[in-house]
């Protein structure tokens, strides 16, 4: 397969998983009663779990930059050919907007570079910096390794999952499960338990799967936490 081709193959799966998604992700509305939170220091970014800045983010993903603009206005616009995808529905070439303020948050984009990127949408762009996480993949592997398995390849795992709970007594829950897992793009819980920052969550019916959400989310369980998971 060609280098075109494979990217060609790369940007149908993302429309796909775009058109599923496009109702389910989407943009917070800011104003000036509602503003963005601003950026948080580099120090307090670095204690952050890979959960807690995906709940900041509107956008997860990784991309290879295409081009760099030259600053305007304290700002430079990025464009980056999206690979994997790990939160929201971003563009194929997705065009992100980034400090040039000479604080600790700026952070300089080189062209043929792949980056690891956490964006959030504000007034009518998708922003990102150095204070939301972003950084190049060779300085990420440990949000990497966190974030686990790219959306495509979730989707890949659910049909496998689903064969999994076909001609069992407990089909029933263990589809449901599985419905209730991917909505949010979970994944089962490892054998090792779930990492920092996260809860185990599964159904009350026999033959559910379980998986990990953020702490942050725990009052979304569908287990009571007096459960015991």
Same mark, same amino acid.
């Given at each position: 397969?060609?280098?075109?081709?494979?990217?060609? *193959? !790369? !940007? #149908?799966? !993302? @429309?796909? #998983? @775009?058109? @599923?998604? !496009?109702?389910?992700?989407?943009?917070?509305?800011?104003?000036?009663?509602?503003?963005?939170? %601003?950026?948080? +220091?580099?120090?307090?970014?670095?204690?952050?779990?890979?959960?807690?800045?995906?709940?900041?983010? *509107?956008?997860?993903?990784?991309?290879?930059?295409?081009?760099?603009?030259?600053?305007?206005?304290?700002?430079?616009? $990025?464009?980056?050919?999206? &690979?994997? =995808?790990?939160?929201?529905?971003?563009?194929?070439?997705?065009?992100?907007? *980034?400090? =040039?303020?000479? /604080?600790?948050?700026?952070?300089?984009?080189?062209?043929?570079?792949?980056?690891?990127?956490? /964006?959030?949408?504000?007034?009518?762009?998708?922003?990102?910096?150095?204070?939301?996480? /972003?950084?190049? $993949?060779?300085?990420?592997?440990?949000?990497?390794?966190?974030?686990?398995?790219?959306?495509?390849?979730?989707?890949?795992?659910? #049909?496998?999952?689903?064969?999994?709970?076909?001609?069992?007594?407990? /089909?029933?829950?263990?589809?449901?499960?599985?419905?209730?897992?991917?909505?949010?793009?979970?994944? +089962?819980? +490892?054998?090792?338990?779930? +990492?920092?920052?996260? $809860?185990? &969550?599964?159904?009350?019916?026999?033959?559910?799967?379980?998986?990990?959400? %953020?702490?942050?989310?725990?009052?979304?369980?569908?287990?009571?936490?007096?459960?015991?998971?």
């Amino acid at each position: 397969m060609s280098a075109g081709s494979g990217k060609n *193959t !790369r !940007r #149908l799966l !993302r @429309r796909r #998983l @775009r058109a @599923r998604r !496009r109702l389910r992700v989407p943009r917070p509305l800011h104003s000036f009663k509602n503003p963005p939170p %601003p950026f948080l +220091p580099i120090a307090a970014v670095e204690s952050m779990t890979v959960p807690e800045k995906l709940s900041q983010a *509107t956008y997860a993903f990784t991309g290879v930059v295409e081009a760099v603009s030259s600053p305007k206005k304290g700002r430079r616009e $990025i464009v980056l050919d999206v &690979d994997e =995808v790990f939160k929201g529905s971003p563009k194929p070439d997705m065009k992100i907007i *980034t400090t =040039v303020e000479g /604080t600790p948050c700026d952070l300089s984009f080189e062209e043929g570079k792949k980056y690891l990127v956490y /964006t959030r949408w504000e007034w009518g762009s998708d922003v990102t910096s150095r204070c939301m996480g /972003t950084k190049v $993949i060779e300085k990420a592997r440990g949000d990497a390794s966190a974030l686990g398995p790219s959306e495509t390849m979730k989707e890949k795992l659910y #049909l496998h999952l689903r064969d999994v709970c076909m001609g069992r007594m407990d /089909t029933p829950c263990c589809l449901a499960s599985l419905k209730a897992m991917r909505v949010n793009y979970y994944v +089962p819980e +490892p054998e090792r338990g779930c +990492p920092g920052g996260t $809860i185990p &969550d599964r159904l009350s019916c026999g033959g559910s799967y379980t998986w990990c959400i %953020p702490i942050s989310e725990g009052g979304q369980r569908h287990i009571p936490a007096q459960s015991g998971l």
